[in-house]
């Protein structure tokens, strides 16, 4: 489970990983058709100017496009996977935290006393995301799936028995600091 260092009377409430595996996401709704439509035209275009005498940067140009189309027709599925797959949560008497391994590993830890915004999305099965600060409409298209480099919010993404954790960190929250001593 996550590797964190605890302070001084710091206690571990929960810890978890995301769901795993290719996942579909309600953003999918409007994404696989734009990518669809995205990737077509790419190749579309680049067709067109291979099949024809343009100049090598108008090649060149469509070859990334195709690239991009591959991408967010393919890769952004196995891109979230992996992400994934390298991110573990937890949840301590004094912040949440979220490790993020990979190409460039990273800790986020948040204050449980200073979060103003704590929002929970159920699914039916009982696993959700709980996410650390505001949602605007940018952060819930992009949440989960996004393009790399792109901020999002602080979140636990597709994590099981959401209504329990999101429990765990509002009894925290207004348990004070390291109540667990």
Not at 163 to 172: C, P
Request: glycine share 10%; with cysteine; proline share 7%.
């Amino acid at each position: 489970m996550p590797d964190i260092t605890l302070d001084r009377g710091e206690k571990t409430l929960w810890s978890g990983v995301p769901a795993q595996g290719l996942l579909l996401r309600q953003n999918d709704m409007f994404m696989i058709p734009f990518s669809l439509v995205w990737c077509g035209f790419a190749v579309f275009w680049e067709a067109g100017v291979i099949s024809h005498p343009t100049p090598p940067l108008f090649k060149v140009i469509g070859g990334l496009f195709v690239c991009v189309g591959l991408y967010i027709v393919f890769g952004r599925f196995f891109a979230d996977s992996w992400r994934r797959s390298n991110t573990t949560y937890a949840v301590t008497s004094d912040r949440v935290v979220i490790n993020t391994g990979g190409l460039a590993p990273s800790q986020k830890s948040l204050n449980l006393r200073t979060l103003s915004d704590v929002t929970m999305r159920e699914r039916n099965d009982g696993s959700g995301t709980i996410t650390f600060g505001p949602t605007y409409y940018r952060n819930m298209m992009w949440t989960g799936g996004g393009w790399p480099g792109v901020p999002q919010t602080p979140c636990f993404d597709r994590i099981p028995d959401v209504a329990h954790v999101y429990s765990i960190i509002r009894d925290a929250q207004r348990a004070g600091p390291s109540a667990a001593q």
